[in-house]
């Protein structure tokens, strides 16, 4: 398991470790947990589990 603080962090692990599901904040300090989502699906299909704690948040299909 890695745990990153922030979106860069986590795109930066996600290059360098073999990762098999995503878990991230849409809230995330730096880059929100969408950005990072992006950037992943550009290169790679691993799943990703979006949370966040702000009810104003709607869930969306992305594809």
């Known amino acids: ?32 947990g969408i950005q990072p989502t992006f950037k992943i699906r550009e290169s790679r299909n691993i799943p990703i589990l979006m949370l966040s ?3 104003r948040i709607r869930t969306k299909s992305w594809g």
């Open 53 to 55: 704690a702000n009810p």
């Open 1 to 32: 398991m890695f745990k990153a603080s922030h979106g860069l962090e986590a795109l930066d692990i996600q290059e360098k470790e073999d990762i098999n599901l995503i878990i991230l904040d849409v809230m995330m300090p730096g880059l929100d």
